[in-house]
């Protein structure tokens, strides 16, 4: 084999198993813009339904998610990345907003702590995984007091 | 400037710590689930109505460790004790099943500890990370 081949062969090699694992499974970059873009649109969908007259316990998690999403993006500058941009309401978090509802709120909760127990075995970083951890369990307490204030 | 020899033996060397063996874990498995067992099981010997299903999850996945005959912890306390604990070992298991099971443990245990609060009339929403170490 020629210097030239071995070379291509080595450098294609190195760049392919990345690519692989990222098929395998998501990086811990990928997975912690997710969640900040999740947090992002929960915030933003909490604040229009606060100022639709929402229950008065949205207040308290609003100021919550505005937490997650400060130590969120604390997380990402210690990767490298950067806070994503406020993106777009998808339908959970526009229903949230067009509502106002304790009913809308727990269906919002409910994604966020199906997406952190998710995210939960593709973090690598001891410290991260922890913050992740205090946040999903953020998330669930969010979705029992809404399930007692709804009822 | 960049000589085709680094750059073969950059690519060599990418190939052979691709192919090299997994790291090994310090940490027993085994030993963070039984102290997470024993932790859950203080909640139950306060009272905590939710513990006893989160025990019976650690058993099943091989932790063992003795019941306490009594602790003098409420079960808001130990809740929020076993809530901190799962967290932790969170922080020293990485493989997924271990992260998954801790990962129900934690929303489980950290909606008792909000329960537990609410019905005691003391505001359940103080910390947006609950379970953070003090």
């Keep these: ?40 649109r929960a915030k933003l969908a909490y604040a229009a339904a606060i ?17 997650h999403a400060d130590a969120l993006t604390t997380e990402l500058a210690a990767i490298g990345l950067g806070r994503p941009l406020p993106p777009r309401l998808d339908a959970t978090s526009q229903q949230l907003a067009d509502r106002a509802d304790a009913e809308s709120a727990i269906k919002l909760e409910d994604e966020l702590v199906d997406a952190y127990v998710q995210s939960l075995p593709h973090l690598q970083d001891a410290k991260i995984a922890m913050t992740v951890a205090t946040i999903l369990a953020s998330h669930a307490q969010h979705r029992l007091l809404l399930g007692l204030a709804a009822s | ?29 085994r ?42 912890l409420t079960a808001y306390e130990a809740e929020r004790d076993a809530l901190a604990g799962y967290v932790k070992a969170i922080g020293r298991l990485r493989d997924a099943d271990s992260r998954t099971l801790l990962g129900e443990l934690v929303v489980d245990a950290a909606e008792s500890e909000a329960q537990l609060a609410h019905d005691a009339g003391q505001d359940p929403l103080t910390s947006a990370f609950p379970g953070q170490a003090a």
């Design chain 1, 51 to 67: 100022k639709k007259g929402g229950p008065a316990i949205f207040a308290g998690i609003r100021a919550n998610e505005s937490d």
């Design chain 2, 31 to 72: 030993e963070v689930l039984d102290e997470q067992l024993r932790l859950t099981q203080v909640a139950v010997a306060a009272g905590s109505t939710r513990a006893p299903a989160r025990a019976k999850k650690l058993e099943a996945a091989g932790a063992t460790a003795s019941a306490p005959a009594a602790t003098s």
């Design chain 1, 1 to 40: 084999m020629r210097r030239r081949e071995l070379l291509l062969a080595a450098a294609g090699l190195t760049l392919a198993a990345p690519a692989a694992a990222h098929a395998a499974a998501p990086s811990e970059g990928g997975v912690l813009v997710d969640l900040m873009t999740r947090e992002q």
């Design chain 2, 1 to 29: 400037v960049v000589t085709r020899r680094a750059l073969l033996g950059a690519g060599a060397g990418a190939l052979l710590a691709g192919c090299g063996p997994p790291k090994a874990t310090a940490t027993s498995r």
